[in-house]
C-alpha cells in the first residue's frame, strides 16, 4: 500500500513540495545610518520582514501550503485506491472465468452419463451377457474354494474362446468409451486366460489368483461403465 501510495503521489504532481525549502527573506540595506541606538541584525530582520509581508501574508501563506498537501494526498489516496479495485475486479474476472469452466465441465460429465444409462437401458442382450459372466464367475470362484478344479473346468469350458465369453466381450465394446474401461477390459481378458489356463493344469494357486484378478478388473470395469447396481449377485 505505501509503494501505491508514494507513486501516487508523484504523479499527483507533490514530489517535490514537501522537500522545497521556502525562500529566505532578504534583509534590506541600511543606507543611511544614523546616530540613534544603534539596532541589532536580529530585530532588523524581524523588522523587515514585519513590514514588508504583514501577518495577513503570512498566515496565507501557510493556509496555502496545507491546502495543498491535503489535495496531493487526495490524490494519491484516490489513485491507490483505483489502482486497488482494479485489482480486485481483474481477480473477480479470473474467478468468474474458472467457475464457468468448471460448469462446463460438470454439464459435459453430466451429458455422458446419461447417454451412458440411455445405452444400457436399450441393450438387453448385452446386460444379459453381463449378468450371466458373474453368474459363471461365482460357480467357479466357489469351486476353486473347495479346490474342485474339475467343476470349475465344466463351468469355464474348455477355451477362452468359447461363446459365451464372446459375447461378453461384445457387451464390453459397447458399454466401453474411455480409455480407462477398456484398460480394464484388457486386464480382464488377461486374467480370464490366465485362469482358463490354470484350471486346465489343475495348478489350483494359479487358479486362485487368476480367479481374484479377473474378479478384481471385472469389479473396476462394472463401477466405470456405470453398470453398479444393474448385475445381480455382483
Request: glycine share 8%; proline share 4%.
Amino acid at each position: 500500500m505505501v509503494p501505491m501510495v508514494t507513486e501516487a503521489w508523484t504523479l499527483a504532481g507533490c514530489g517535490g513540495a514537501a522537500s522545497k525549502p521556502l525562500p529566505a527573506q532578504e534583509v534590506p540595506t541600511l543606507l543611511h545610518p544614523t546616530a540613534k541606538k544603534p539596532t541589532s541584525f536580529r530585530a532588523v530582520a524581524v523588522a523587515s520582514s514585519t513590514s514588508q509581508d504583514g501577518p495577513g501574508r503570512r498566515d496565507a501563506a501557510v493556509v496555502g501550503r496545507r491546502g495543498g498537501i491535503a489535495s496531493c494526498l487526495l490524490a494519491a489516496l484516490a489513485l491507490a485506491g483505483s489502482s486497488s479495485s482494479g485489482g480486485a475486479a481483474r481477480a473477480a474476472i479470473l474467478e468468474a472465468d474458472d467457475d464457468l469452466e468448471l460448469l462446463e465441465r460438470v454439464k459435459e460429465d453430466k451429458k455422458k452419463r446419461l447417454q451412458k444409462q440411455g445405452i444400457i437401458n436399450s441393450s438387453a442382450a448385452e446386460t444379459g451377457y453381463l449378468q450371466d459372466l458373474v453368474y459363471k464367475l461365482s460357480k467357479v470362484g466357489q469351486a476353486i474354494d473347495k479346490d474342485d478344479l474339475a467343476a470349475a473346468g465344466d463351468v469355464l469350458g474348455p477355451a477362452s474362446d468359447a461363446p459365451w465369453v464372446q459375447n461378453v466381450n461384445a457387451a464390453f465394446s459397447k458399454f466401453s468409451s474411455s480409455s480407462e474401461e477398456k484398460s480394464a477390459v484388457d486386464t480382464f481378458n488377461s486374467s480370464l486366460s490366465s485362469l482358463f489356463t490354470s484350471v486346465s493344469k489343475s495348478d489350483i494357486n494359479s487358479s486362485k489368483s487368476a480367479f481374484v484378478s479377473s474378479a478384481t478388473a471385472l469389479e473396476k470395469w462394472v463401477e466405470l461403465a456405470g453398470l453398479t447396481g444393474k448385475l445381480k449377485g455382483f
